[in-house]
């Protein structure tokens, strides 16, 4: 039986530890389950002769939509309240900020015990999973509306960046038309001048 083909790809930002490959290799699966490619990761799906930050700066553009799978890496503590959490990795916040400021829609996928920061939930929803088969069969149907309304908001942007390429090669073709009109009206009111003048000196020679 033959593959599906996909429906978008996805820049995966995640931990490249040991410790945290099942629970991203988890992610992944439910991603091709639903026909969406993962990609792109710097040190996983991409390498390049330059700096880590450079080669996600190019590489999330590239993509539909950005996968968050946050794992714990620091154990971290609030000097004021004393609380303590395991937060994500400083990269995978980089990623998060670099694929909302390219407008990118942002999928999360939490480790239980992690701890997301601020700026996550403020930008998008998230699913905390905790590896376990029977939470991943009882957080299905959400799962399945999470990444649904995330192709949906992909299908929009493309569908609006297509419709405004196509508005913007009107506008071109209808300005260099416009310009070949001007000029062709321009010589079209000079040629009379000439003409009359051709006749004047005729008349004088005469």
Not at 124 to 139: C, F, P, R, S
Request: charged share 25%; with cysteine; hydrophobic share 40%.
């Amino acid at each position: 039986m033959e593959s599906q083909p996909y429906l978008a790809n996805a820049f995966v930002s995640c931990s490249l530890r040991q410790e945290d490959k099942p629970f991203t290799d988890m992610v992944e699966k439910i991603l091709e389950r639903h026909r969406i490619k993962p990609m792109g990761t710097v040190g996983k799906y991409s390498a390049a002769p330059i700096n880590t930050a450079e080669h996600m700066k190019q590489n999330i553009p590239l993509v539909d939509l950005i996968v968050i799978v946050a794992t714990p890496r620091y154990l971290q503590k609030d000097l004021h309240t004393g609380q303590v959490n395991y937060g994500l990795s400083e990269m995978v916040h980089v990623e998060a900020g670099m694929a909302f400021m390219a407008g990118k829609p942002v999928v999360v996928f939490v480790q239980e015990g992690t701890h997301v920061g601020n700026f996550l939930p403020n930008i998008t929803e998230y699913i905390i999973l905790n590896g376990h088969q029977i939470d991943l069969e009882n957080k299905w149907s959400l799962i399945n509306s999470l990444l649904n309304n995330a192709y949906v908001a992909v299908r929009q942007i493309k569908e609006y960046e297509s419709s405004k390429s196509l508005g913007n090669f009107v506008m071109k073709g209808l300005a260099v038309w416009g310009g070949i009109k001007l000029v062709d009206t321009l010589f079209t009111e000079e040629k009379p001048m000439r003409r009359k003048r051709t006749t004047k000196k005729t008349r004088l020679k005469r």
